[in-house]
């Protein structure tokens, strides 16, 4: 994929934000392309006070899910972990996977959030815009936002409600196991965002692109760790 710049990366609180609250003006909140073929999972692993980032996705064709291509990139960066900037840690490397890819996905599924975040930009949000493809936020915990009870079986929903406004959607992906947060990234909309996750969903919790994606940067981050000394 040819990426262009969209900005520069900042190193602080406040430039960050700012950064945040000019490309959130640019979010396009619609439904999801109707033939879908290439869903893509992305997701980021790093170990604990390390600053390398390690990215990776993963391409895969519906409606076999067999893998059509898989990226990484492992890149070092400057800002802080901060809730709500995450993305100005983690979207440098999945950006550089993205751009070694021979082609874009239909759609690109997130381990993170999209419009629920309390700038309204998650890490799905942020780097869709950046990739210019749609882009589906699906997080295991929730950031912002209210929701009623979900119902214990596959495929309840409850809207999540942030500021007076539906953000996302809480879905149970399996009988009797935790919910995971659904919310448009760009070029998406709510109820298109639940059905694709839904579909992809097809055994797990997750979705197979991001489960896989989960794998391959887990698989890349301990090919980075040195060994420790005395060991065999």
């Known amino acids: 994929m040819k990426l262009k710049p969209l900005h520069q990366w900042p190193t602080d609180y406040h430039a960050a934000v700012a950064v945040q609250h000019l ?4 979010i396009v909140i619609k439904p999801l ?21 390690h990215g990776g996705v993963v391409v895969m064709q519906l409606p076999g899910f067999d893998v059509v291509e ?10 802080p972990y901060i809730p709500g900037l ?11 996977a993205f751009q070694r890819l021979s082609r874009s996905p239909d759609v ?22 950046w990739l210019g493809v ?5 997080a295991k915990s929730r950031l912002v936002g209210e929701h009623r009870e979900v119902g214990s079986s596959r495929g309840r929903r409850a809207a999540l409600r942030y500021r007076g406004r539906v ?4 879905v149970r992906t399996r009988d009797d196991v935790k919910p ?32 896989a994606a989960h794998a391959l940067v887990n698989r890349v981050r301990k090919a980075h760790q040195r060994p420790r000394h005395g060991s065999a």
């Open 23 to 26: 490309l959130s003006k640019h």
């Open 33 to 53: 392309p109707k033939n879908i073929t290439l869903v893509a999972g992305a997701d980021v692993s790093y170990d604990k006070g390390d600053d390398l980032m």
């Open 70 to 79: 898989t990226q990484s990139a492992s890149i070092r960066v400057a800002f």
């Open 86 to 96: 995450l993305s100005f840690r983690e979207a440098p490397a999945l950006l550089g």
């Open 108 to 129: 690109v599924i997130f381990d993170g959030q999209g419009t629920a975040h309390m700038r309204g930009i998650g890490l799905a949000s942020h780097v869709g815009i």
């Open 134 to 138: 749609p882009a589906v936020g699906c």
């Open 167 to 170: 953000v996302g959607s809480v």
């Open 180 to 211: 995971v947060y659904v919310s448009p990234g760009h070029l998406a909309d709510v109820c298109s965002s639940v059905r694709l996750v839904l579909r992809c969903a097809r055994k797990f919790r997750l979705p197979e692109p991001v489960r």
